[in-house]
């Protein structure tokens, strides 16, 4: 009940000083608008990459074969410094070595890209694209479908012949105007058919995917590969992560018989799968979140000190309101709970703006940009939770002093 | 049980002394008080003469340095800042000078203030605050701020909050001195139907004219009792 009283003078404080209050409890809200801003966007990120990104960059149950890890975070590790070093390139041969390995796959293909410069049809270029020589079924191992003309065919890489497939993003900057299907376009030194456009991807990948373009293979290796024996990646489907496991198994197998590694030795190629990925994302995320709370609490300790200075002020400015409430029957306890509650009731509006302005600000992002918010539930709940303990932390001291007031002459007080 | 020779209030060599420095200042020097239910007193005296310490160690706000004081049979002088209060909030019922209602909150909230710290449900609140404000007559001001209010309905206000609780006592510090004579009137005559109804007054004053309402005026001089006396003008000239 005497809590119920405090609440409702602080609220009633709040609302008779709109603005002072704001001013009040900037701290709180930067700090908790921060809070759920960055937890907001990191736990969008978390579940993109989960859900989304790694499937969709490695698939589900997929594995790749390559010359070593490429997924740096930070500083290269001496093992990627010695893989660098060491390992041989994967060539044809290997891929013939892995086809046999797992006759039974659900897919499989092998590819090699290089970035060019520029791709340019008529007065129209496209700068930094990549540009992909694809086996027959990299598409469905992507799970690229186009949207316009078609894919890769079998005949295609069988007969090298000079035509691509464009990445909706270069499509558009090429041909602003006119359909691209059976335009001749420039790249380097090659002229080359265009035979489809890819559906959009958008977002965070369609980085990847809707600034490339593929050739086939053959193609690929006959007029623009440095070094035509070299392959960059082969891919493997299963149907399940059992398969894939057990196919991981076999093709590690049958390439150390081959490169004729002993017993003991390190393999000198790395199979890649979308666990590496997520190992990598899960240290930036642990990076993110050990930083988070310091910043946070910097905030929050700046805004209790505010809300107790302004809690003081209060105090100074009540002590008539002090004297009479202990002259009708409030105990020492009654007018430090009142006190409390009020600041804990200023401390948590101040935590309940954040929270909104955070939500706000993720949704903000969401929309502006192609990273991902989600809310979680716990961040709400950890906010409240922090806007309490502010609210109480920095009530103590000036509800003391409130509670302490002799009535007699607080009663008298000017 | 008679009510007439019921003792609200009894003291026994009550002394208050107060540390200035190096020097003790003697504020009350060994009061015997005895107030009987339904009595209206008037507490007079120059200033300095220690009626503001009297009337605190009877509000109970302040405890003294020696002597007896018994409220509505328990004694009081050794009790603690939260014991008093618990004391205050049963037994005592204030009106001040400068009305001290808060500035903030409406009539009705301000007379529930008492039950607040009485415990009392919120429901139950409502209703007998309503109550108290309809005793003073403003029952339709209730949802009025202070500063809505003129100084004699803020008053009324004050009376109602220190009625709420059914207190032994009503200590009224100075009640009209903020107010005009047409309003000072109008405010004695609730505190007459108040009398008049059972309740028991103490009232500390300097005006003459007030003391006519009071069946009995204590007069103090330097910090003793001067006289017990009849009110000098009787209160059916006044009115």
Same mark, same amino acid.
């Given at each position: 009940?005497?809590?119920?009283?405090g609440i409702?003078i602080a609220l009633?404080q709040i609302w008779a000083h709109k603005l002072k209050s704001v001013f009040t409890l900037i701290g709180v809200i930067i700090g908790i608008t921060f809070l759920i801003a960055v937890i907001t966007?990191?736990?969008?990120?978390?579940?993109?990459?989960?859900?989304?990104?790694?499937?969709?960059?490695?698939?589900?149950?997929?594995?790749?074969?390559?010359?070593?890890?490429?997924?740096?975070?930070?500083?290269?590790?001496?093992?990627?410094?010695?893989?660098?070093?060491?390992?041989?390139?994967?060539?044809?041969?290997?891929?013939?070595?892995?086809?046999?390995?797992?006759?039974?796959?659900?897919?499989?293909?092998?590819?090699?890209?290089?970035?060019?410069?520029?791709?340019?049809?008529?007065?129209?270029?496209?700068?930094?694209?990549?540009?992909?020589?694809?086996?027959?079924?990299?598409?469905?191992?992507?799970?690229?479908?186009?949207?316009?003309?078609?894919?890769?065919?079998?005949?295609?890489?069988?007969?090298?012949?000079?035509?691509?497939?464009?990445?909706?993003?270069?499509?558009?900057?090429?041909?602003?105007?006119?359909?691209?299907?059976?335009?001749?376009?420039?790249?380097?030194?090659?002229?080359?058919?265009?035979?489809?456009?890819?559906?959009?991807?958008?977002?965070?990948?369609?980085?990847?995917?809707?600034?490339?373009?593929?050739?086939?293979?053959?193609?690929?290796?006959?007029?623009?590969?440095?070094?035509?024996?070299?392959?960059?990646?082969?891919?493997?489907?299963?149907?399940?992560?059992?398969?894939?496991?057990?196919?991981?198994?076999?093709?590690?197998?049958?390439?150390?018989?081959?490169?004729?590694?002993?017993?003991?030795?390190?393999?000198?190629?790395?199979?890649?799968?979308?666990?590496?990925?997520?190992?990598?994302?899960?240290?930036?995320?642990?990076?993110?979140?050990?930083a988070l709370p310091g910043l946070v609490s910097v905030s929050l300790v700046v805004g209790g000190i505010v809300i107790m200075n302004i809690m003081l002020l209060s105090v100074a400015g009540?002590?008539?309101?002090?004297?009479?409430?202990?002259?009708?029957?409030?105990?020492?306890?009654?007018?430090?709970?009142?006190f409390l509650a009020e600041s804990s009731t200023l401390s948590l509006a101040g935590a309940a703006i954040g929270i909104a302005l955070g939500i706000g600000l993720g949704?903000?992002?969401?929309?502006?940009?192609?990273?991902?918010?989600?809310?979680?539930?716990?961040s709400i709940a950890v906010s409240l939770v922090l806007g309490l303990v502010v609210g109480v932390g920095s009530g103590i001291y000036p509800a003391y002093q409130a509670?302490?007031?002799?009535?007699?002459?607080?009663?008298?007080?000017? | 049980?008679?009510?007439?020779?019921?003792?609200?209030?009894?003291?026994?060599?009550?002394?208050?002394?107060?540390?200035?420095?190096?020097?003790?200042?003697?504020?009350?020097?060994?009061?015997?008080?005895?107030?009987?239910?339904?009595?209206?007193?008037?507490?007079?005296?120059?200033?300095?003469?220690?009626?503001?310490?009297?009337?605190?160690?009877?509000?109970?706000?302040?405890?003294?340095?020696?002597?007896?004081?018994?409220?509505?049979?328990?004694?009081?002088?050794?009790?603690?800042?939260?014991?008093?209060?618990?004391?205050?909030?049963?037994?005592?019922?204030?009106?001040?000078?400068?009305?001290?209602?808060?500035?903030?909150?409406?009539?009705?909230?301000?007379?529930?203030?008492?039950?607040?710290?009485? %415990?009392?449900?919120? =429901?139950?609140? *409502?209703? #007998? &605050?309503?109550?108290?404000?309809?005793?003073?007559? $403003?029952? @339709?001001?209730?949802?009025?701020?202070?500063?809505?209010?003129?100084? %004699?309905?803020?008053? =009324?206000?004050? *009376?109602? #909050? &220190?009625?709420?609780?059914?207190?032994?006592?009503? $200590?009224? @510090?100075?009640?009209?001195?903020?107010?005009?004579?047409?309003?000072?009137?109008?405010?004695?005559?609730?505190?007459?139907?108040?009398?008049?109804?059972?309740?028991?007054?103490?009232?500390?004053?300097?005006?003459?004219?007030?003391?006519?309402?009071?069946?009995?005026?204590?007069?103090?001089?330097?910090?003793?009792?001067?006289?017990?006396?009849?009110?000098?003008?009787?209160?059916?000239?006044?009115?």
């Open positions: 009940m005497r809590i119920l009283e409702w009633q966007i990191v736990e969008g990120m978390n579940r993109y990459v989960q859900d989304d990104f790694a499937g969709a960059i490695f698939g589900v149950n997929t594995f790749s074969v390559v010359r070593r890890n490429q997924i740096r975070t930070g500083a290269e590790s001496d093992e990627q410094r010695r893989q660098r070093a060491r390992n041989p390139y994967i060539t044809m041969h290997d891929v013939e070595v892995v086809r046999q390995a797992v006759p039974d796959a659900w897919r499989f293909s092998y590819s090699v890209d290089r970035g060019f410069s520029q791709v340019s049809y008529n007065e129209h270029s496209r700068k930094n694209i990549r540009v992909i020589g694809g086996s027959d079924g990299y598409e469905a191992m992507q799970g690229w479908t186009v949207a316009d003309g078609r894919g890769m065919s079998p005949l295609d890489e069988r007969m090298s012949l000079k035509v691509a497939v464009l990445g909706a993003d270069i499509a558009e900057r090429l041909f602003p105007d006119v359909s691209p299907i059976g335009k001749r376009i420039r790249l380097g030194s090659s002229r080359l058919e265009v035979i489809g456009v890819w559906e959009r991807q958008g977002g965070l990948l369609g980085v990847i995917r809707d600034a490339s373009i593929l050739v086939p293979i053959s193609t690929f290796r006959e007029t623009m590969a440095w070094q035509r024996n070299r392959i960059g990646e082969i891919t493997i489907k299963a149907r399940s992560i059992e398969e894939m496991q057990a196919s991981m198994l076999e093709v590690e197998a049958a390439l150390r018989r081959d490169r004729k590694l002993r017993p003991g030795e390190d393999n000198n190629f790395w199979l890649q799968t979308s666990s590496d990925l997520l190992g990598a994302w899960e240290k930036i995320n642990k990076i993110l979140f050990a009540r002590i008539r309101e002090i004297g009479v409430r202990k002259a009708l029957g409030a105990t020492r306890r009654d007018i430090l709970f009142q949704k903000a992002v969401d929309a502006l940009t192609p990273l991902p918010a989600s809310v979680p539930m716990w509670a302490k007031q002799d009535p007699i002459v607080a009663l008298r007080y000017e | 049980m008679s009510v007439e020779n019921e003792i609200v209030i009894q003291t026994h060599d009550l002394k208050k002394h107060y540390e200035m420095g190096t020097e003790t200042v003697r504020a009350l020097r060994g009061v015997d008080v005895s107030i009987q239910r339904n009595e209206y007193i008037a507490i007079m005296g120059p200033s300095g003469s220690g009626k503001s310490t009297l009337m605190n160690l009877i509000g109970c706000l302040d405890t003294p340095t020696s002597g007896e004081y018994v409220l509505n049979g328990q004694p009081v002088q050794d009790l603690d800042d939260d014991e008093l209060a618990r004391i205050r909030n049963r037994e005592i019922g204030f009106v001040f000078q400068t009305f001290n209602l808060l500035p903030r909150a409406s009539a009705l909230h301000n007379v529930e203030l008492p039950l607040i710290y009485a %415990g009392v449900s919120s =429901r139950e609140r *409502i209703k #007998r &605050a309503k109550a108290a404000l309809a005793q003073v007559d $403003l029952s @339709d001001r209730m949802d009025h701020k202070p500063n809505e209010l003129s100084g %004699g309905q803020r008053q =009324r206000v004050a *009376i109602a #909050r &220190a009625l709420v609780n059914g207190p032994s006592i009503i $200590l009224a @510090d100075e009640p009209t001195g903020n107010l005009d004579s047409v309003t000072s009137e109008e405010i004695m005559s609730v505190f007459d139907a108040l009398h008049d109804n059972g309740q028991t007054i103490i009232m500390v004053t300097h005006e003459p004219h007030i003391t006519a309402h009071a069946e009995r005026v204590i007069t103090l001089r330097d910090g003793e009792i001067e006289s017990h006396d009849a009110p000098r003008t009787p209160r059916a000239q006044t009115v």
